[in-house]
């Protein structure tokens, strides 16, 4: 079983910093690409960063120069430095990752989301 934990939301002002943090675990061979997404009220799911198994990333227009997206292959782990905050960042964060297990390759991967909120 692969699971994803999320932590590091909460509520900051806006120009504050968060940082958020994913952990996989479970019986995984491998994660290739990791992603961070996010859900306003009212908006669809949307693609914040993500980051490939060898470093690559890419980042939404929206959040470039502000966020950054890392990983530590050690310890299955996929972190988002937010900085310079804003009200519109307002929204539940996702983790994805794509996993190979014992049985299947590119396995999509959740997280349960943690929300962050940004007060004027």
């Known amino acids: 079983q692969v699971q994803l934990v999320e932590s590091g939301g909460g509520l900051v002002q806006a120009g504050g910093s968060l940082r958020l943090s994913c952990v996989v675990s479970?019986?995984?061979?491998?994660?290739?690409?990791m992603g961070w997404y996010r859900q306003a009220p009212e908006k669809q799911r949307e693609l914040v960063a993500g980051i490939t198994s060898d470093g690559s990333t890419n980042y939404a227009d929206s959040v470039k120069g502000r966020f950054t997206i890392s990983r530590d292959n050690a310890k299955n782990t996929v972190y988002l430095q937010m900085n310079s905050l804003k009200p519109e960042d307002t929204a539940v964060y996702y983790c994805?990752?794509?996993?190979?297990?014992?049985?299947?390759?590119?396995?999509?991967?959740w997280g349960q989301g943690t929300l962050v909120t940004v007060s004027s």
């Open positions: 994805n990752a794509a996993v190979t297990t014992e049985r299947s390759s590119y396995l999509g991967v």
């Open positions: 479970g019986s995984i061979f491998s994660i290739n690409r």
